[in-house]
């Protein structure tokens, strides 16, 4: 297990730099770099991958304990609701026991985002839109300069302004646009840059369309997400066909996947979207058949017990996971490493060789045991 190039977590995910290592088209020019304590986006850095506590921030060490947890899943920069001044002031309790970038998150009283930055809020969460008027952004934008606080400008479809829904005929991927524009020129005014942008919607397509149109003029860096995604399975479809369609242009710096669940899950599904296009190195990839008649063993079961098993295991490798001996060597030749099950027993694959024979209940430790002396 290594330690991640821009934090203090030991995570077996190695980021690296698409614009470096991919052939993937670029929309945008690099970005404006924006450090987050010690995490830096934008500029060519790894896409960066981020989830939100769904415990009461006022609640330091539920929230703590929930951070750590996702720590260990790979999440690199954690967000926390801020709506109360006992949630500001819950901050430095939490911060005391993590090690990734805290985000506060701030909606309508700008108090709270001035508390959340004194008591150590490492970037702040704002719309701009809804915390009233001008001199009530100025005190938060003086207070995050003071401090050297980077504020995250963020617009969600459902929050767009009356006037740019007038003009455009309803909630538009140009009114989005205008919309956050209007906020980031804003706090430009007022002598600040050290900025992060956002915008989201529900609709897929009008969020693509959206960040196609804003990263041909927006010199900061993006923070994507597909926004009220919905459950595990519609919010990761979403989720990865928006994801997927913005990342592939080389738009976004910063991702979240946003599902009604646990949020493990959420950095699960933002490590897996950022691999397979290619824009993260390491962690072992499962893959496995779909079941057929010819499956003698419980392969979904097995295949989710292998996924689990490999979260932890710093290899670089694929895993093939087969419901049966008859096509299995053959289906996993690509896979480094795989098992396929027959009647009571099954066989442990390399590149398409079949090594070894074992019982059954004896499939999963053997592999087991093979990933974990790999490098011997």
Known sequence: MRRDCYSSVAVPFLPYNIREETGIHMLRNETKKVRIKDVVIGGGSPVAIQSMTNTKTEDADATAAQILALEKAGCEIIRCAVPTMEAALALPKIKEKIHIPLVADIHFDYRLAIAAIEHGADKIRINPGNIGTEDR????????????????????????????????????????????????????????????????????MMCVRAHELIARECIYPLHVGITEAGTLLAGNIKSSIGLGLILSQGIGDTIRVSLTGDPAEEIRSARLILKTLGLRKGGIEVVSCPTCGRTKIDLIALANQVEKMVEDIPLDIKVAVMGCVVNGPGEAKEADIGIAGGIGEGLLIRKGEVVKKVKEDQLLETLRQELLHWNE
């Open 137 to 204: 952004v100025r005190a938060v934008v003086d207070k995050a300069r003071e401090h050297r606080v980077p504020i995250r400008v963020g617009v969600n479809s459902g929050s767009l302004e009356k006037h740019l829904i007038e003009r455009y005929g309803g909630v538009t991927a140009e009114g989005l646009v205008e919309s956050a524009m209007d906020k980031v020129r804003m706090i430009e005014r007022m002598g600040y840059d050290d900025l992060v942008v956002s915008i989201k919607s529900s609709d897929v």
